[in-house]
């Protein structure tokens, strides 16, 4: 990591976990050229799928609090793809998938957690481009699922 974002993460409290394992058939992560996806990764609480369903159950500070964890999974797998997150050039998109009932309006709010924590950890590298979704169901129940894309040097 670069002193700068080893810096910005220890100043902001994160401790980054192991990154999990795929939960189907498919991998975490896939490198093309100067690009890395990342694929969508679930809210988690003490492990487990944090499940809940904004606008039911769960209110959009809650929902905002489990993307917020979701952003520090995504750079943990990212550390662990790239070896360095001194690599990441860019972060160029988050998608955010909130499982949510069809009244609730706020999924943008609520992937803000992620979008913010990204712009404090990696600073302007951190600016991105961004879609935010209601959905039915995510795998599990969980209330919040992000996925990202990411340019390396």
Not at 37 to 43: D, P, Q
Not at 68 to 75: E, V, Y
Request: glycine fraction near 10%; proline fraction near 4%; include cysteine.
């Amino acid at each position: 990591m670069t002193n700068f974002i080893s810096d910005r993460i220890k100043t902001l409290g994160i401790n980054l976990p192991p990154p999990g394992p795929p939960a189907a058939a498919y991998v975490m992560a896939v490198t093309t050229g100067n690009t890395v996806f990342l694929s969508g990764h679930i809210a988690k609480r003490d492990g487990k799928a944090w499940a809940g369903k904004l606008g039911l159950d769960m209110d959009t500070e809650t929902g905002k609090a489990a993307a917020k964890t979701i952003a520090i999974d995504l750079i943990a797998t990212l550390q662990e793809h790239l070896g360095s997150l001194d690599k990441v050039k860019r972060i160029v998109k988050v998608m955010g998938l909130v499982n949510s009932t069809e009244q609730y309006t706020e999924q943008h709010l609520v992937i803000n957690g992620c979008s913010e924590l990204l712009l404090e950890v990696f600073g302007e590298v951190g600016k991105h481009a961004r879609s935010a979704f209601g959905v039915a169901q995510i795998p599990l129940g969980a209330c919040v699922e992000i996925e990202l894309i990411a340019e390396i040097a």
